[in-house]
């Protein structure tokens, strides 16, 4: 059965004689016995494994962080299924490209032939395009196998998300990626052919910088081996020879992708609960990876009030004043005012009692009748106001001897009903006190 793929040779074969390949390209894994990690899918007996052997493939999503394998896993399935692989850029193709290819798998269909339609970084499609598979993946008339790097739940529209299967891959172990060096180390299609020396603390330092991407750390393998020093026919790698090459450690972080918001949700969450060790290596992840200090010095102000509030007024200036110092200063010396401020949030006592009020507040104004707001707290600013009772019996607190009165300030259908549930964590017990002072007063001088 023909193939159309972007592989340009999906059989097993040496690497070529003429003609630059990365090693990372050499050494892409043909096979599943030759495919590293994600053995809870592709172990055998595992569910995509069986898929796969059984050439029973339905339409799926294969979410992962880059160099897991998801294209890897793609070339496998282009190598031993019987069905016509077509595969998609989703940069380059649009809508008429996409048409031409459903109207052939549904020939192919009729006559008895499936077609799987492999569509790399799935997430750079529009709503048009993904719309443009849906009526061939309901009909069955195309397989589509996505792959992306971005949350499907987010970047894939839910009715086409709903006719699709989810694996996610995860990053590679350390130990997985030193496996896959040691293979390339040994393999005719790597440096089989050459003696090299390079100690296991090397490979493991390379695995701990590669950060789960395969593609990086053999990319990185291969410039160690390629600017190693020859001595007797043996290619040394060295620790300065590796460590000029790897430079420094590059971040997975995207400002506009899943792992923005996986980011600042665990600084905000290590500072919720109280880990102020956590807190700063979360943010020292986000400013070292290049996120703007006034995004976070944001989510930071609004932490003070949502998080700690009531339980540490204080906590509102300091954040405001991180914020502004990371204006006056900018990257890299406001990284000092974060972390004090990151600190301060950290440590302070919490409360939502405040936060939490506002909204329960805000639900009765959604959803109960607007009632007029009480005659007596109105504003008479003219005759006609103060005829129709405008300001008629108000009460200024000011002048009674406990600053309070018995005046009704809430509308009629809202009277007893209390918001603010002050806790006992740091200043807030204070507040506590006085709200129960405050009831006390009421219950003793309102009228009965």
């Not at 009632?371 to 009674?400: F, H, S, W």
């Given at each position: 059965m023909r193939q159309e793929s972007l592989f340009d040779d999906p059989e097993p074969k040496q690497a070529p004689t003429s003609g630059y390949q990365p090693l990372a390209s050499r050494m892409r894994p043909r096979t599943l016995a030759e495919f590293a990690g994600q053995t809870n899918l592709v172990g055998e007996g595992r569910v995509l494994y069986n898929l796969i052997k059984n050439d029973q493939i339905s339409s799926m999503i294969l979410w992962g962080p880059p160099g897991v394998g998801k294209t890897t896993l793609a070339q496998i399935i282009a190598n031993e299924t019987k069905a016509r692989f077509v595969t998609f850029s989703a940069v380059n193709s649009g809508i008429k490209d996409i048409r031409t290819v459903m109207q052939d798998a549904e020939d192919d269909r009729a006559a008895g032939r499936k077609t799987i339609v492999f569509v790399d970084e799935i997430h750079r499609f529009n709503k048009a395009q993904q719309d443009a598979f849906l009526p061939y993946v309901e009909r069955g008339s195309i397989i589509l196998i996505g792959a992306t790097t971005e949350n499907p739940s987010f970047e894939i529209n839910s009715a086409l998300l709903s006719r699709l299967r989810v694996f996610v891959l995860h990053a590679l172990t350390e130990d997985e990626l030193v496996a896959q060096m040691h293979r390339a180390l040994t393999a005719p299609q790597g440096f089989g052919d050459i003696k090299v020396q390079i100690d296991a603390d090397l490979l493991h330092k390379i695995a701990s910088y590669a950060n789960g991407d395969a593609r990086t750390a053999l990319n990185t393998l291969e410039m160690a081996v390629t600017n190693g020093r020859v001595k007797d026919d043996v290619t040394v790698v060295t620790a300065d020879d590796l460590s000029q090459i790897m430079g420094k450690k590059a971040l997975l972080y995207d400002k506009d992708g899943e792992e923005h918001y996986n980011l600042i949700s665990a600084l905000h969450k290590s500072m919720r609960n109280s880990d102020v060790d956590a807190a700063l290596y979360w943010l020292s992840r986000m400013l070292t990876a290049g996120e703007d200090p006034l995004y976070v010095a944001r989510r930071e102000v609004q932490f003070a009030s949502e998080d700690v509030g009531m339980a540490d007024s204080r906590a509102l200036e300091v954040a405001v004043a991180a914020f502004q110092a990371c204006q006056f200063l900018g990257m890299p010396e406001c990284q000092a005012n974060l972390a004090h401020c990151t600190t301060y949030l950290a440590l302070a006592p919490k409360s939502s009692?405040?936060?939490?009020?506002?909204?329960?507040?805000?639900?009765?104004?959604?959803?109960?009748?607007?009632?007029?707001?009480?005659?007596?707290?109105?504003?008479?600013?003219?005759?006609?106001?103060?005829?129709?009772?405008?300001?008629?019996?108000?009460?200024?607190?000011?002048?009674?001897?406990?600053?309070?009165?018995?005046?009704?300030?809430?509308?009629?259908?809202?009277?007893g009903k209390h918001y603010y549930h002050p806790t006992q964590q740091g200043s807030e017990a204070r507040w506590a006190q006085r709200v129960a002072q405050i009831a006390a007063w009421h219950q003793e001088h309102d009228p009965k």
């Open positions: 009692a405040a936060y939490d009020a506002y909204f329960s507040a805000k639900a009765d104004a959604e959803h109960t009748m607007a009632e007029p707001v009480p005659l007596q707290i109105r504003n008479g600013v003219t005759k006609l106001m103060k005829d129709e009772g405008y300001g008629k019996n108000y009460q200024y607190a000011q002048d009674a001897p406990d600053k309070l009165t018995t005046m009704q300030t809430m509308p009629d259908n809202l009277i």
